[in-house]
C-alpha cells in the first residue's frame, strides 16, 4: 500500500515571500501521479498542481512549482511571492495510474500568511 | 457550470441514529468517489463508483456504511447505527474518466457531528 507523508503540520511565511512544503511518499509502483491540493476554510479541496512520475522536468503552475525527486520519493510545493490567499491546509496526495484512482493523502500542512 | 455538490452542508444526529448523505456529481462525470477527513487528518477514500456500481469498496470501515448510486448520478452514502467515532467531514468527488488523467473535482462535503 502507498503511504504519503506530511512531516510539517504548521507552515508561516510573511506576505510577498517564498515557502516550501514538504512531502515524502512510499510506493512500490513505477508509474503514478502526485499532486498538491488546497483546502481553505470552505473545506473544498482545490487541486493546485500535478506530477506524472514518468516525466523528468517538475510542474510548474504560475507562483506554484514543485521539486519531484522521484529517487527520494520526495515531492516538495513551493510557492513564491505568498499571498493573503494562500493560507489555508495544503494536502498532498498520491494516484495510481491504473486501477480505481484514488487518492492516498498526506496529514496536511496549515499555512499562515503573515502580512 | 456547477460543481459538485453535496447536501447537507452539516449534519448534527444522535448516537444510534441513522443517516444519509447526498453527493451530486458535475453533469456528465461517470465515476463518483467518497471519502472521510477525520479532524486533523487528511481524507481517507471509502468507495469508488463507475457508473452505477461499486467497483472498489474497500475503505469502508464496516457494515454501518452503505453508498448507493442508483442511476450513475447522485449517490447517497448511508450510516446506520451512529457512533461517535464517525463523525467527519465526508467528501464526494467526481471525475469523467474517459482520457487518460481524470481530475477529480471535490464537493464542499458534509460535517458530520455524532453526539
Known amino acids: 500500500a502507498q503511504t504519503v507523508t506530511q512531516s510539517q503540520p504548521e507552515m508561516s511565511v510573511q506576505e510577498a515571500e517564498t515557502v516550501t512544503l514538504s512531502c515524502t511518499y512510499d510506493t512500490s509502483e513505477s508509474d503514478y501521479y502526485l499532486f498538491w491540493y488546497k483546502q481553505p476554510p470552505s473545506r473544498q479541496m482545490i487541486l493546485v498542481i500535478r506530477q506524472e512520475a514518468y516525466k523528468q522536468q517538475n510542474a510548474t503552475e504560475n507562483r506554484f512549482s514543485v521539486n519531484f525527486q522521484k529517487a527520494a520519493k520526495s515531492f516538495s510545493l513551493k510557492i513564491s511571492d505568498s499571498q493573503l490567499g494562500d493560507a489555508a491546509m495544503y494536502f498532498c496526495?498520491?494516484?495510481?495510474?491504473?486501477?480505481?484512482?484514488?487518492?492516498?493523502f498526506g496529514t496536511g500542512t496549515r499555512l499562515t500568511i503573515i502580512p | 457550470g456547477a460543481g459538485v455538490s453535496q447536501t447537507p452542508s452539516n449534519k448534527v444526529t444522535e448516537k444510534g441514529k441513522y443517516v444519509e448523505l447526498r453527493c451530486d456529481p458535475i453533469?456528465?462525470?461517470?465515476?463518483l468517489y467518497w471519502y472521510r477527513q477525520s479532524l486533523g487528518q487528511g481524507p481517507e477514500f471509502l468507495i469508488y463508483?463507475?457508473?452505477?456500481?461499486?467497483?472498489?469498496d474497500s475503505g469502508l470501515p464496516n457494515d454501518r456504511f452503505f453508498a448507493v448510486r442508483p442511476e450513475g448520478s447522485v449517490s447517497t452514502l448511508k450510516i446506520q447505527r451512529t457512533e461517535r467515532g464517525d463523525s467527519a467531514v465526508y467528501l464526494c468527488?467526481?471525475?469523467?474518466?474517459?482520457?487518460?488523467?481524470?481530475?477529480?473535482?471535490f464537493g464542499p462535503g458534509t460535517r458530520l457531528t455524532v453526539l
Open positions: 463508483f463507475q457508473g452505477t456500481g461499486a467497483a472498489d
Open positions: 496526495a498520491y494516484r495510481s495510474v491504473s486501477g480505481n484512482e484514488k487518492l492516498t
Open positions: 468527488a467526481s471525475s469523467r474518466k474517459q482520457v487518460a488523467y481524470n481530475e477529480q473535482f
Open positions: 453533469s456528465g462525470h461517470t465515476a
